[in-house]
T-cell receptor, first 116, second 115 residues
Framework: DTEVTQTPKHLVMGMTNKKSLKCEQH?????MYWYKQKAKKPPELMFV???????INESVPSRFSPECPNSSLLNLHLHALQPEDSALYLC???????????????FGAGTRLSVL | AQTVTQSQPEMSVQEAETVTLSCTYD???????LFWYKQPPSRQMILVIR??????QNATENRFSVNFQKAAKSFSLKISDSQLGDAAMYFC????????????FGKGTKLTVNP
C-alpha cells in the first residue's frame, strides 16, 4: 500500500482567506514533502519534513506555513495568498528522508487551488 | 547542479505498440537514483520504475522497462503493448545518493495513446 491522501481535492479561496491543506499517510513513512505544480510544469519542492521536523524550506513565502503534527499528518496553512499561487499542491512521503535507497517518494493526488 | 532533460515534449503511440521516452541527465556524481513518474489527468504522480546507478541491470516492471546507459547519462523508458491507460505526462527524475536529497525533474513528455 503506497497511499498518500490529500484533502480537499479542490479549493477556491479569496486573497484574504485562511485555509489549510491536509495530507495523510499510514505507511509509517518518516519523511513528508510539499510540492507546488503549475500547469504543464514539473513539481517544485516547497518543504521537507524529516522525523516531524522541518528540514528543508525552499525559500517559500511566509504566506505558506507548513505543520507536521505527527508522523502521519502534514498540513499546509495558507494565508493572504496571491492569484499567482493558484496551482496543484502535491504531498509526498518516503520511508526515510535523506540520500539512501529508502527515500522513494510516493505522491498524493493533489489539491487544486484557485486564488481569486 | 544536476539537470534532467526530456527532449520530447510530446509523443504518440498506437495501442498495443511500443514507445520509448528519452531522458538524459547531467551529473558528476557516481551514486544516484533515477525515476520515471507518470501523471495522468487524474493528477496523481505515480512511480513507474526506479533505477539505482550502481546496478548495471536495467530495471523492469511488467510492461515498463528502462535502458540505463550510465556512461552516456541516458535513462530511457520503454512501454510495451501500450494501453489507453498509459496516456499521461511522464517525468524523469534524478536524486543524488550523496548530495542533496531533492528530486530533480525533467520538463516532462506528454504521451498520447491512439486506439
Amino acid at each position: 500500500d503506497t497511499e498518500v491522501t490529500q484533502t480537499p481535492k479542490h479549493l477556491v479561496m479569496g486573497m484574504t482567506n485562511k485555509k489549510s491543506l491536509k495530507c495523510e499517510q499510514h505507511m509509517g513513512h518518516r519523511a513528508m514533502y510539499w510540492y507546488k505544480q503549475k500547469a504543464k510544469k514539473p513539481p517544485e519542492l516547497m518543504f521537507v519534513y524529516s522525523y516531524e521536523k522541518l528540514s528543508i524550506n525552499e525559500s517559500v513565502p511566509s504566506r505558506f506555513s507548513p505543520e507536521c503534527p505527527n508522523s502521519s499528518l502534514l498540513n499546509l496553512h495558507l494565508h493572504a495568498l496571491q492569484p499567482e499561487d493558484s496551482a496543484l499542491y502535491l504531498c509526498a512521503s518516503s520511508q526515510e528522508p535523506g540520500r539512501g535507497a529508502k527515500n522513494i517518494q510516493y505522491f498524493g493526488a493533489g489539491t487544486r487551488l484557485s486564488v481569486l | 547542479a544536476q539537470t534532467v532533460t526530456q527532449s520530447q515534449p510530446e509523443m504518440s503511440v498506437q495501442e498495443a505498440e511500443t514507445v520509448t521516452l528519452s531522458c538524459t541527465y547531467d551529473t558528476s556524481e557516481s551514486d544516484y537514483y533515477l525515476f520515471w513518474y507518470k501523471q495522468p489527468p487524474s493528477r496523481q504522480m505515480i512511480l513507474v520504475i526506479r533505477q539505482e546507478a550502481y546496478k548495471q541491470q536495467n530495471a523492469t516492471e511488467n510492461r515498463f522497462s528502462v535502458n540505463f546507459q550510465k556512461a552516456a547519462k541516458s535513462f530511457s523508458l520503454k512501454i510495451s503493448d501500450s494501453q489507453l491507460g498509459d496516456a499521461a505526462m511522464y517525468f524523469c527524475a534524478y536524486r543524488s545518493g550523496g548530495g542533496s536529497e531533492k528530486l530533480v525533474f525533467g520538463k516532462g513528455t506528454k504521451l498520447t495513446v491512439n486506439p
